[in-house]
Every structure is written in structure tokens, then in C-alpha cells.
């Protein structure tokens, strides 16, 4: 029996990630990437892996929960079947309380995965300029190396038979009536059962002909990456200015900032000289610290805050996976099992803030 195929547009970790999990459904996978995989804001990410301090921001956001217990599993599946790693530890997030009122009110969420920290209890502390009342650790929290990420799914998709075209931009879907068939590149016809459009910022192009007003815009964010001073701890530090998220390279990646409507993904000086100034003013210490790189990249960002994710109303064969915002890198797994189980009939009353049936 024909399997059935699927062409997905995007080789960001939303695109990649659902090919891997199409792929070892039985799929047969095409994905296209205009670029080289992870070459839009996948690869630009911090690679914070904030579960649990994410669900204290969204109450009730039960795909955090779900997402947690996902991500590292996928991760381990994924390295034993590669062989290679993408510095995933789960080091946990410290996020630095200001006012005293905060911490006694963080008291009381004290449990299994969060804890209050007193200041004294962070000998880094004393480096640390603003006012610090006291700090919320979460401890199963992590981090990821998103451009190494990126190199494993790519080997994985490859070893796994996905065909992956690169450096190929798709034009425009293919149509035919209230059906999407496939979509046309610069210079082939790709047809598949599903066409599944996962192109990021970008997305809204393609369905933009198809009168699809995809509610996703850009905002751009910009990183500093510096090296790590002897004293930092070993855990992500979450301040009201910024986060700095210690790798095992034995740097420091500190962002991000939030700019809205900004297409272009290029670091400028001022986001540079913004997020240097943060840290410095934080942490006079660093100011000697070389700089290393900095860089930008466009999160698709949608406007109540959720990814539109699945089928959408009026199309048959259309699919989409787009509007990650921040949390793509974390969301992206837990994405790619939404989307296959919705692909195949199955759902659950908690993905209805998450459907692409909300675009209609
Ligand atoms: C500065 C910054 C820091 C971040 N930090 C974190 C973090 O710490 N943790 C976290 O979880 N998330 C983080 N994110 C968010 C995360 O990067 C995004 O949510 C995620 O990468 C979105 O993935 P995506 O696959 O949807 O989009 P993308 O990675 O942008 O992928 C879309 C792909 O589609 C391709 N494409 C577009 N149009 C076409 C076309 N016509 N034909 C073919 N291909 C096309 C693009 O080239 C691109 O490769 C951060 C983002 C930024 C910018």
C-alpha cells in the first residue's frame, strides 16, 4: 500500500521536528527550506527550555506540563539515533525577584519544581547591582544549544529518508478548488496529501493568495554572546532586564530584545549596545568581557499568543504550524505531536486554543 505523503514548507525546528515525527509515522516526508535548515529564527534562539517558568506567566497552560515531559524524551530518541548532542542540560532557571512582596507571595508556590532562593544563598549576588530581594529557581528547567539542535534533525531526517530540498523558495501553493495539492518551487511541482506550512514569519505570504489572514507578525529579537566569567553560576539568570543562559563552551548568551513589526533578522548597534549596557549595569564585573558575537533573528509571533496549529477551515489538504513567538524551541516537539495526532483524527478539548480552525 502507497504510504501517504506529506510536503512541508520550512526547515525551522517547527517544520523539522514535524517531519521527524511524520517520518516515523510511516510518512513519506518532503521538506523544503528556502535556505539551509534552521536558518530562520530557529538557529537565532537563546535555547532557553523554560517549562516551569513558562507555566507560572500562562496558569492552566497544561502544554507546558505536557510539553516538559516530552521535550527531554524527544531529545534522548533523537541523540541515540544520531549520535550527536546539542548541549541539552537541564541546569534550571533562576529568576530574580526585586520586591520583598514578590517573595513572600512566591512562598507559596514553593514545590516540586519551584523554589525560592534567598539572596545570601547566591554568592554570585554580590555582583549583582539592582535591587534583589530574593530569587524563583526552577529547577527541571534547562537549556539547549539551537544551532546543534538543528545539525541533529537535520542528520535525522536525512538517515530517516526525508527528503529535504534546500535552498529551493516555494512561490505559491498549489490549488485546485478548496483543495491544496502541493506547492510550486523555482523550479519544480511537489504534490502530496498534505501540504503543511510551517514557514514561520514568512507563512503569511503563502496564504495570504489562498485569502487566509494569518494573525502572526515578526518581532525581532537580538543576542549578545560573551564569555563566562569563573563566577557565573551554572543555571540560566532570568532578570527583569534580561536572561544570560550559561553554555559548556564556557559562554554566556544574553537577550533578547523585543522589537515589533522589524522583518529584517540583522543585530543592529543598538540592540547591541542596549543588551551590553543591561549587563553591564547589572553586573559592572562583565565589563570586561570579551564579546563574541551577536546576532538577530524574526520570532512569529501571534496575536493572542498561541501557534496556529492543524488544519484549516475551507481547505482540504492544508495544514498549518506557525506562530511559536518565544517558545518555538521548547514548543516544537509537543507541536509536532499535536499536529500528527490532529492529522490523524485524533484530539483533545485543550489543543482548541491552539487549532488553525480559530483562523476562519
Ligand atoms: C532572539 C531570539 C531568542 C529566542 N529564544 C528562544 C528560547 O530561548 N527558547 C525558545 O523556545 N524559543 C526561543 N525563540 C523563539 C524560537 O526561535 C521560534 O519560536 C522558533 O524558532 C520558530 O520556529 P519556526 O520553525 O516556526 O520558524 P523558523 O525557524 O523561522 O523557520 C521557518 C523556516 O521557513 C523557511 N521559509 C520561509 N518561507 C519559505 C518559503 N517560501 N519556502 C521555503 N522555505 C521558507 C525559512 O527560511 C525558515 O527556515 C527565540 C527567538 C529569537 C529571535
Redesign the pocket.
Known amino acids: 500500500m502507497r504510504s501517504a505523503t506529506a510536503v512541508i ?7 523539522a521536528a514535524l517531519a521527524w515525527e511524520l517520518r516515523q509515522a510511516g510518512w513519506g516526508v518532503t521538506l ?4 539551509e535548515i ?5 538557529s ?5 527550555l523554560g517549562f516551569d517558568a513558562e507555566a507560572l506567566d500562562k496558569p492552566g497552560a497544561q502544554w507546558t506540563v505536557d510539553a516538559r515531559d516530552q521535550w527531554f524524551a524527544w531529545y534522548d530518541n533523537l541523540q541515540e539515533f544520531t549520535g550527536l548532542s546539542a548541549d541539552v542540560e537541564r541546569v534550571g532557571i533562576l529568576r530574580v525577584l526585586t520586591e520583598h512582596e514578590d517573595v513572600a507571595s512566591a512562598l507559596a508556590l514553593s514545590g516540586p519544581h519551584v523554589r525560592v532562593v534567598a539572596r545570601d544563598a547566591m554568592p554570585w549576588a554580590d555582583r549583582y547591582r539592582p535591587p534583589m530581594a530574593g530569587a524563583l529557581f526552577f529547577a527541571h528547567d534547562g537549556r539547549v544549544d539551537p544551532r546543534r539542535l538543528g545539525r541533529m534533525l537535520e542528520r535525522a531526517l536525512d538517515l530517516s529518508g526525508v527528503r529535504i530540498i534546500t535552498a529551493e ?2 512561490q505559491t501553493l498549489l490549488t485546485h478548488g478548496p483543495r491544496v495539492e502541493g506547492v510550486v518551487t523555482t523550479s519544480e511541482t511537489l504534490r502530496g496529501d498534505l501540504t503543511i506550512v ?5 507563512a503569511r505570504d ?1 496564504l495570504a493568495p489562498l485569502d487566509i489572514a494569518l494573525p502572526v507578525k515578526p518581532v525581532r ?3 549578545i554572546q560573551v564569555e563566562q566569567p569563573p563566577w557565573w553560576p551554572p543555571y540560566v539568570v532570568e532578570t527583569p532586564e534580561f536572561y544570560a543562559v550559561p553554555r559548556s563552551d564556557k559562554t554566556l548568551v544574553v ?2 530584545t523585543w522589537e515589533e513589526g522589524v522583518e529584517s533578522p540583522t543585530a543592529t548597534l543598538e540592540g547591541v549596545s542596549s543588551l551590553s549596557r543591561s549587563l553591564q549595569e547589572a553586573f559592572p564585573a562583565l565589563s570586561e568581557a570579551p564579546l563574541l558575537q551577536a546576532w538577530g ?4 509571533v501571534s496575536e493572542d499568543g498561541w501557534p496556529f496549529l492543524g488544519p484549516v477551515a475551507g481547505w482540504d489538504g492544508l495544514v498549518v504550524a ?1 506562530g ?8 516544537a516537539p509537543w507541536t509536532a505531536m499535536v499536529v500528527a495526532s490532529m492529522i490523524e483524527g485524533r484530539w483533545d478539548p485543550s489543543w482548541d486554543r491552539v487549532t488553525a480552525r480559530r483562523l476562519g
Open positions: 514548507v520550512g526547515g525551522g525546528i517547527v517544520g523544503i527550506e528556502k535556505d534552521f536558518a530562520g529564527a530557529s537565532r534562539a537563546a535555547g532557553i523558495p516555494v510551517a514557514a514561520g514569519v514568512k503563502l529579537g537580538q543576542i537577550g533578547s533573528g524574526v520570532r512569529p506557525v511559536h513567538g518565544a517558545h518555538g524551541v521548547m514548543w
